[in-house]
């Protein structure tokens, strides 16, 4: 692969970008190597459509192939980002499909530092859960069904990381959508599972009607559905764009929110837990969810010039959606909600950096979280697997049966809470210094927003420290009958691979002492030029910094104790009544949706069935209509018409022939005799004709 | 001697031949039946050829006979065959095409 990658790049010829794009990157077009990247996106498709049609006759259910087409999609995209740090490549593949119009409808492959970046992401992260899945998913009810869905995944999110034009992305969105329903409802025996999968696709397509009207909109004003094109008209400022430009940017916004699990559309992913743990590791923690925050970088050159109204907005979400998601987590026993809302709540500082305009910042966040929060969601899983139970209450010192389950799902808290040195620790500082530097910068209320970050943090690392607490200190309180055991070796080497992610990811981009990431990212078309900190910004450092290590210890006082009791611990730690109520009925958003929805579906249905009832009338008219027709036609037309004449006309040739064969005596003189009348009668009217 | 007297001459045999070939039972009499009306036909070709001095009704009356020679050898034949089969050759009993 190595010697392929030189290849490639001394094949690839320099191209320069405009100087008017700000940074005035040598890009190159990458050559072979981009040219056939299209393979990553295709493979997993290849491997879903195989396991589909042969995973029951295939060993495990398919499960080694895709672990290798995963496995070869890190692989490539660990070249391409090598590539691309070594010389940036911005190359984009397009393929006509079909036109409508003046539309080009086409799929094409962009290869770009962006989408450079998650190729390397969704290839890490998946290659780890897909191989942590093989043991996790052993002896599973449907593991073909759950192969051939994760693949699906898969090539799915690479559609959308690769696309090229913004109704490609759109189709990723909707397989996307589509594969985590069907993971999350795999186990759809259990009616509340199937319901979180419908959920969770509602909640979406809710969201995707912004989505898929704000794709139209820039596509009708450009003409194209290219991001190159729509980018590049928006730089330039067209007077469509520059006039549409807010409602675009919140329509498309609307649709991220939707993916990304903002508020008010969070609530579909804590019930996306109801999924196998790697499904919950590697989509709703790493990749799909992050589709919202990749659509704004990849739009984000359209929104930093005609959409920068819409910024303020994104912030405010992001910041709004941290706090309150981040506070939930405080509350839940079951260990993966824990870190569902603490996902959503990421999320929302990925959001609400590049709300700030801090492109970089939101993306790194989005880069370092996809390592420990997947590593957290696998440790969470071995640690199921080992107790048979998500409730933490039925954990604790597992630390002793367990050590690298432990000491894995410990860097990964420690990295989430922004731990000094740690992957969360660099990402959220930059986050923090991103709002800090906005709102000296134009946002004067991102100094709020970034208030609201801190004080995250904190809760951030409060329930990590309880959760970690709980689950591996103190006496094990579950099933005593049943003692837990580590995970098998295919499950804890994902772990560790992770947990040296969660570790090094933050290194990648230091201010001002190494930031490859900040390049690599600036590395494709219309660079958007975000403001990058020359150095720590150390008021927010070290604000940050204190805010973790200050939740981990009130944490530590409240949960540690070893040896105490689950109930003791409770007594202790009590949130005032009506907050806790309020947090454990989830600020009842779900109770008022329901409420809108109870309120809208009666009427709704009201009217549907009276408007079933017209056209069922009209259905049925037109059949006894029809019916009566059809008699008539058969009857009147058919048989007394052509067929009584058909018939008469065969039984009168049968009469006929009847009457006529007795001429037939077989005798030849007769036969000669005839023909001698015969003969002699034409030579008399010969005579009489010619002697005339 | 004029044309009309070999005409005559024709149409009497050839009136000879039609009531054989109509009359007479025995298939090998039907066969010399028609022999005689193409000997009727052969007096007319020959007379009408010697009255418009033409050769080629001589000659013509010449491919008949040998056409007519054929003939009677297949039709010869095929009333042989047939007689083996039913022992007759009695054109009345060989009626097997009617209805």
Known sequence: ?????????????????AEEEGHGVELSDGGLLAQYAWLMVVLPFVAALFITLYGKRTPRGGAWIAVGTVGFVLVYGLVLLISHWATPIAHTENINIATIGQFDIEWGVVVDGLSIMMFFVVGAIATASFTYAVSYMEGDIRETAFWASFSLFAGAMLV???????????VGWELVGLASYLLIGHYWEEKENSSAAMKAFLVNKVADVGLIIGVLIPALIVGSFRFHDILGAAVEGNPGLVKYGFVIGLLLFIGAMGKSAQFP??????DAMAGPTPVSALMHAATMVTAGVYLLGRMFPFYNSVAIDVLPIVMWIGGITMLIAGLLAIVQDDIKRVLAYSTVSQLGYMV???????????LFHLFTHAFFKSLLFLGAGSVIHAVHSN??????GLRKYMPTTFWTFGIGSLALAGFPLLAGFFSKDEVLASLNYASSHGTPSATFVMWIGIVTAFITAFYMARA???TFFGEYKGDPAHEPHESPRLMTVPLQALAVGAIVAGYFNVPGIFTPFTDWLSGREFAPGDHHAESFDIFVLVLG???????????YSFFFADGESQEARDRRFRLPGPIHTLLVNKYYIDDFYMLIVNFIKRPLANAANWLNGLIDAAVSGTGILMSVLGKFVYEGLDQRGIDASINAIGGGTGEAGGALRYIQTGKVQQYAAVLFIGVLLLAVGFFIVTSR | MTI?????LGGLLFSVGVYGVLVRRNAVLVLLSVELMMTAVNINLVAFGRFYDNISGQIFSLFVIAVAAAEVGIGLAIVLLIFRNRSSANVDELDLLRW
């Open chain 1, 391 to 396: 409730n933490m209450s039925d954990m604790g």
């Open chain 1, 1 to 17: 692969m190595v010697n392929l990658a030189t290849l490639a790049l001394s094949a690839g010829s320099l191209l320069a970008t």
């Open chain 1, 468 to 470: 970690v607490f709980l």
């Open chain 1, 352 to 362: 609400a950096a590049m709300g700030a305009g801090a492109y970089t910042a939101g």
């Open chain 2, 4 to 8: 009309a007297q070999f005409a005559i």
């Open chain 1, 265 to 270: 559309f969070h609530v579909w992913l804590p």
């Open chain 1, 160 to 170: 959308l990381v690769s696309a090229a034009n913004i109704l490609q992305m759109l």
């Open chain 1, 545 to 555: 910094s204190l805010a973790g290590l200050i939740g981990i210890a009130i944490g």
